[in-house]
Antibody, heavy 119, light 110 residues
Framework: EVQLLESGGALVQPGGSLRLSCAAS????????MSWVRQAPGKGLEWVSA????????YYTDSVKGRFTISRDNSKNTLYLQMNSLRTEDTAVYYC????????????WGQGTLVSVSS | QSALTQPRSVSGSPGQSVTISCTGT?????????VSWYQQHPDKAPQLTIY???KRPSGVPDRFSGSKSDNTASLTISGLQAEDEADYYC??????????FGTGTKVTVL
């Protein structure tokens, strides 16, 4: 059974930093590209970032480029999102996501971790 | 990447059918057969309802069906039930491991 467990969410001041983690199990982690998706309070879903299975290639939505860094440790089956220069508009529940097949539709989600950016 | 366009809300009586549209471009919906739909109840994580345009995961009732024509995908819920009341989001693969989500549709069962 695929399981994705996010952690690391917290209340942080504007300009601060945070690192999110996503522990994966139930599948061959190193074979899949992975994504982070976020949802601001009362708002829709927004794809944030993705990383190839090897970790060589990374992709970001424009609003986080230069501030967020996605990475992975395939030996630990863990996905990361380093978030710097946080803004109030980054406040959201952040989900780790896996496609059903590679490549393909996102099919699996974690339970999410809440990041609140406020002074 | 612009969000895919969905109607803000749709509604129907129990037993009726409702269809939600999801309009994108040739760079996303029209370019790949990797459109998915998610059902989301309040304060819950999204749940996969349809993937790869028209495939249903195990456990999803066959009342849910998906299709695509050119740059527009659709989700149809037949035989609407009270538990179907939720927010629904479409999502399309957009190349290079990237995705774009729809604006979301609130389904109300009257």
């Amino acid at each position: 059974e695929v399981q994705l467990l996010e952690s690391g969410g917290a209340l942080v001041q504007p300009g601060g930093s945070l690192r999110l983690s996503c522990a994966a199990s139930g599948f061959t982690f190193s074979s899949y590209a992975m994504s982070w998706v976020r949802q601001a309070p009362g708002k829709g879903l927004e794809w944030v970032s993705a990383i190839s299975s090897s970790g060589v290639n990374t992709y970001y939505t424009d609003s986080v480029k230069g501030r967020f860094t996605i990475s992975r440790d395939n030996s630990k089956n863990t996905l990361y999102l380093q978030m710097n220069s946080l803004r109030t508009e980054d406040t959201a529940v952040y989900y780790c996501a896996k496609p059903v097949f590679q490549p393909g539709s996102i099919g699996y989600w974690g339970q999410g971790t809440l990041v609140s950016v406020s002074s | 990447q612009s969000a895919l366009t969905q109607p803000r809300s749709v509604s129907g009586s129990p037993g009726q059918s409702v269809t939600i549209s999801c309009t994108g471009t040739s760079s996303d919906v029209g370019g790949y057969n990797y459109v998915s739909w998610y059902q989301q109840h309040p304060d819950k994580a999204p749940q996969l309802t349809i993937y790869d345009v028209s495939k249903r995961p195990s456990g999803v009732p066959d009342r849910f069906s998906g299709s695509k024509s050119d740059n527009t995908a659709s989700l149809t819920i037949s035989g609407l039930q009270a538990e179907d009341e939720a927010d629904y989001y479409c999502c399309s693969y957009a190349g290079n491991y990237t995705y774009v989500f729809g604006t979301g549709t609130k389904v109300t069962v009257l």
